[in-house]
């Protein structure tokens, strides 16, 4: 049977099994092998990854032709007006590629993620961003360019899944509904069998994380 994972990744992981230079990875927190993430967060960013065996997950949640959402809590640097939200919202253009238009909010209020001391600026206020698409650091270079740096970056949801109680670090198994609610909204055929992904060599060796 595939399997399908939700992961509050932290911050400072690489959203990989392995590294060269011996950084943190998916490795230290996932004991389980050949699954793979469907999509990634850069280093800095923290928040919702999903994991799978299933090819079809794994490709549908990464491409833009489904329109799957993805939402995001961004902390940045300074308050931007309502000039610089309907830009965000409108798309920006990004290496002469206008971005796909986002839902974009102002959170009234920090969300339930723990605190984690950011640059010294004042104010930094959160925005809920909503994409349908995944550009390589996207909203980092959205926010720039209208002149408010990401300070924070933390995924909340994929689609019908959502973070949760989730603690960094933790992570657990999509309960039958959640994999039907998000079949759905990938227009999988659950009755299909899944075609498994071809395994890799070997089985990945788990790093074992220095005492503190």
Do not use: C
């Amino acid at each position: 049977m595939p399997r399908y994972i939700l992961f509050h990744k932290p911050y400072g992981v690489l959203t990989q099994f392995t590294d060269k230079e011996g950084r943190p990875t998916l490795a230290d927190y996932i004991p389980i092998p050949d699954v793979y993430p469907a999509g990634r967060l850069d280093m800095n960013s923290e928040g919702l990854l999903l994991l799978t065996d299933d090819p079809r997950v794994l490709h549908r949640v990464t491409d833009p032709r489904w329109k799957l959402p993805k939402v995001y809590w961004v902390q940045v640097e300074g308050i931007p007006d309502e000039d610089a939200l309907e830009q965000l919202r409108d798309g920006i253009v990004l290496k002469g590629k206008k971005t796909a238009p986002a839902e974009v909010i102002r959170l009234p209020e920090p969300p339930p993620v723990q605190p984690r001391p950011v640059r010294p600026y004042h104010p930094t206020p959160w925005l809920q961003i909503t994409l349908r698409e995944g550009r390589k650091r996207q909203i980092r270079r959205m926010t720039a360019a209208v002149g408010h740096p990401t300070l924070r970056l933390v995924r909340a949801a994929i689609g019908p899944l959502t973070l949760g109680t989730l603690r960094p670090g933790e992570w657990r198994d999509l309960t039958p509904e959640e994999v039907r609610a998000l079949f759905h909204a990938l227009n999988i055929d659950p009755r299909r069998p899944v075609q498994p992904r071809p395994r890799t060599k070997g089985r990945r060796k788990r790093r074992r994380r220095p005492r503190q």
